[in-house]
């Protein structure tokens, strides 16, 4: 799928996850921070990267208290010397960002895209309500850089997106109201409506700045970025984040990742391997599908070749592989490939 001798990667993304085990585990097994929900469990840490396009070229396996910063670092170290690499970033969704993290990945040389929490930095007021005009870059994508106090944001508008956050934030409060006619007391206790509710003493009546306040949001994500990429690239490299979470979705079920039933580090890591090398064919697949035109999503086609079979047949002393007819949608897949589906029936060798 790739020319190994001459692989140049112009932007990649790495990612973790972690795998636990029932039981001891291998020596690599240990107890750390898990993103299955399971700290009672032992586990070990495995990365992936991946080009910007969403296809798997490497991973690697940690012990299972390894943080993710070391991660990124061992990485860095390993992939220098097996690619040639022009730049690793670091592309995390809301929930990673933080001042210490954002000071190793710096530390470590390495550049990043990070979503932003925006109701909860304080900086977002400023940033949000910076002039300047936007910038297409697709029906559904608007982008415009702003600076604040040395650091670059990216702030993305959904126009589609913002107007459904229009119309739904005016059906609440037109609800709103309505109700506020029969009596405040009921509305206290509901989060959603009580953003928007002003307390004067035993008078609750509609917050006019916290609408206002809450209009700023619509569509919008904010992104936070060391990088030099365009801010339309700053965007859809965070877009195909997803990429590496759905890869991420397939080891764990799809592909078997877990349970894992072997005891020693070397067998560990081979039954990772495997799983991420039919998480590389898996890919390839889904890639020729698409190049081909076709209308069947991969799972459906997997079911289908699924009852391909090969059966092994005597007869009057001759041996014939026999293959079972194709049902469904199978021979997309090898049209997909441009391979010709193997004969009806083979004949053997003696031996």
């Known amino acids: 799928v790739r ?8 932007l990649v993304f790495w990612d973790t996850t972690s795998t636990y085990f029932e039981g001891r585990g291998p020596e690599m097994a240990a107890e750390g921070y898990s993103k ?78 990070f979503g932003v929490k925006m109701r909860r930095l304080k900086a977002m007021a400023e940033v949000l309500s910076r002039g300047g005009r936007y910038q297409v870059v697709d029906e559904n994508l608007k982008v415009k850089e702003v600076m604040h106090e040395g650091e670059r944001y990216i702030i993305c508008l959904n126009p589609k997106e913002a107007e459904r956050d229009r119309l739904a934030r005016e059906e609440m409060l037109a609800d709103l109201t309505r109700k506020l006619k029969q009596g405040p007391k009921q509305l206290v206790g509901n989060r959603g409506y009580r953003r928007y509710l002003k307390f004067t003493g035993a008078t609750v009546s509609i917050d006019e700045e916290k609408i206002a306040f809450e209009k700023r949001f619509d569509g919008k994500y904010v992104l936070k970025t060391n990088t030099e990429l365009a801010p339309s690239e700053v965007a859809q490299s965070y877009k195909l984040l997803w990429q590496v979470e759905r890869a991420f979705r397939e080891l764990k079920t799809g592909l078997n990742l877990r349970p894992v039933y072997h005891h020693t580090d070397s067998r ?68 997909a490939l441009g391979l010709r589906p193997p004969n009806l029936v083979q004949v053997m060798p003696p031996n």
């Open 3 to 10: 020319n190994i001798f001459n692989l140049k990667l112009d």
């Open 36 to 113: 299955d929900h399971r700290p009672d469990c032992r586990q070990v840490v495995i990365g992936v990267l991946m080009t910007k396009d969403g296809f798997p070229v490497a991973h690697q396996v940690f012990p299972g208290n390894t943080a993710d910063i070391e991660t990124f670092r061992e990485c860095l170290k390993e992939l220098r010397k097996r690619f040639n690499i022009d730049r690793v970033v670091v592309v995390a969704d809301r929930g990673m960002l933080s001042r210490k993290l954002v000071r190793e990945i710096e530390e470590a040389g390495l550049a990043y895209i």
């Open 268 to 335: 560990v890591r081979g039954h990772i391997m495997v799983c991420f090398l039919a998480l590389v064919l898996e890919t390839a697949l889904c890639r020729k599908l698409k190049e081909a035109g076709s209308r069947f999503s991969y799972s459906e086609l997997l079911e289908d070749l699924k009852e391909l079979r090969a059966v092994d047949v005597s007869l009057g002393g001759q041996r014939f592989l026999a293959r079972t007819e194709m049902v469904g949608q199978a021979y997309e897949a090898f049209k």
